[in-house]
């Protein structure tokens, strides 16, 4: 499923920056399966995968002050997810702990607030894929940019550059190819990757 944003994405990031309910639900029933994507990576059983795309959407809502400055929802999204799921990987691992010791103690060498390892990884394919787009032509390097960075439409890349939506689409479509191509033969296989792999979906 490919990742399509909401055509009026900007206007409800507005409104739900300023405490609209209604443009958040709107949100929420649009990117809902999106984010149920990403955690059912992570996490099999329906149960959890609910709490935690629910639980995405209440950290949306918690800080939606900071909607109005987001450009780019998609990797803002992405981000959310990744955090919320990491905790929930972080729970698990010490729970799992604590049982194998046997007395419910807090067991020494279980991470704390951070997840150094998925922050190492995290920085990795960053820069792989960074590597990857700085390979590409400067002109499909320059819609890919736009794209990601900046969250425009294929249609507003198209104005912006004065070239047709299906020549864009062309050159978008070979530029998260190649993109994903080298972050799979460049990065460590785990089951981050995919999810990171998802953000560079044609």
């Known amino acids: 499923m490919p990742f399509k944003a909401i ?15 209604g443009a958040f639900g ?3 029933k649009f990117y809902f399966p999106y984010v149920q994507r990403y955690v059912a990576l ?52 010490v729970l799992r702990l604590r049982q194998l010791s046997g007395n419910g103690e ?3 060498g279980v991470p704390g607030g951070n997840d ?3 922050e190492l990884l995290f920085k990795q394919y960053y820069n792989i894929a960074m590597e990857a787009i700085e390979k ?42 190649f993109v994903r191509q080298y972050l799979q033969e460049n990065g460590e296989m785990s089951l981050l990757l995919f999810v990171f792999l998802s953000l560079f979906e044609g």
């Open 42 to 93: 992570f996490e099999s059983a329906e149960i959890s995968m609910d709490e935690l795309t629910q639980d995405v959407f209440v950290r949306i809502w918690e800080k939606r002050e900071k909607l109005s400055q987001v450009d780019a929802f998609r990797g803002y999204l992405f981000l959310v997810t990744r955090n919320v799921v990491f905790n929930y990987l972080r729970a698990l691992k």
């Open 26 to 28: 709107e949100l929420y």
């Open 106 to 108: 807090d067991v020494d």
């Open 136 to 177: 590409l032509p400067a002109g499909r390097r320059k819609i890919l940019k736009m794209s990601l960075e900046q969250g425009l439409s294929l249609d507003e890349i198209a104005t912006g550059l004065n070239i047709t939506r299906s020549g864009v689409k062309k050159q978008l479509y070979a530029a998260t190819s």
């Open 116 to 118: 150094p390892e998925g």
């Open 7 to 21: 055509y009026n994405e900007k206007e409800l990031l507005g409104q739900v920056a300023q405490g609209s309910r």
